[in-house]
Nanobody, 122 residues
Framework: QVQLIESGGGLVQAGGSLRLSCAAS????????MAWFRQAPGKDREFVAA????????SYADSVKGRFAISRDNAKNTVYLQMNSLKPEDTAVYYC???????????????WGQGTQVTVSS
């Protein structure tokens, strides 16, 4: 069992930046591949970024490529999402998730945090 707690969300103007954090506890964090997903009102939860247990193979949705960066610190049991050049369409609840299977598919993820709200004003 892995418990995940996101933080760092908030209200930011378009063009601004935020850094989300996801702190993990429970089983060995470094065994898991990690990802960020997001869900806007009335829309399905969608993949944002993923990173392997070693941190060497990040993957991004096309909509955030070049603007967002995922990273992890296994010593701190934490995964991060640096979000730059934010747009109003990035507004959503952002969730971190853990899996043993590196994937962009929501169904592959076994553990989820409660989410953190990101709102980007125009």
């Amino acid at each position: 069992q892995v418990q995940l707690i996101e933080s760092g969300g908030g209200l930011v103007q378009a063009g601004g930046s935020l850094r989300l954090s996801c702190a993990a506890s429970g089983r060995t964090f470094s065994n898991y591949d990690m990802a960020w997903f997001r869900q806007a009102p009335g829309k399905d939860r969608e993949f944002v970024a993923a990173i392997s247990w070693s941190g060497r193979t990040p993957s991004y949705a096309d909509s955030v490529k070049g603007r967002f960066a995922i990273s992890r610190d296994n010593a701190k049991n934490t995964v991060y999402l640096q979000m730059n050049s934010l747009k109003p369409e990035d507004t959503a609840v952002y969730y971190c998730a853990a899996t043993y299977i590196f994937s962009s598919r929501r169904s592959e993820y076994d553990y989820w945090g409660q989410g953190t709200q990101v709102t980007v004003s125009s």
